[in-house]
């Protein structure tokens, strides 16, 4: 599933994006998720959505963020 946006510049000049990935917008935050009982995976992240305050992916490894993070059916953005 991709989107083209429109966002407005400050020049009045409308600017193209194109989202295939929840990476690719905004409104997504990258946050440290370790796994207490595990050593292993304490460099684990979570991906949240800033704006409906959801988890898109999370006991992610670092490497692989743009793998797991499909957007989902819920993005405010693709309704």
């Given amino acids: 599933m991709v989107k083209v946006i429109r966002i407005l510049e400050e020049v009045n000049k409308m600017k193209n994006i194109v989202i295939n990935n929840?990476?690719?917008?905004?409104?997504?935050?990258v946050l440290p998720?370790?796994?207490?009982?595990?050593?292993?995976?304490?460099?684990?992240v979570k991906v949240v959505c800033l704006v409906d305050n959801r988890e898109i992916t999370c006991a992610c490894r670092p490497y692989n963020i743009r793998k797991e993070c499909d957007i989902p059916k819920w993005c405010f953005k693709f309704k």
């Fill in 33 to 44: 998720d370790p796994d207490p009982h595990d050593w292993f995976c304490d460099d684990d």
């Fill in 22 to 29: 929840c990476i690719d917008c905004s409104s997504h935050q």
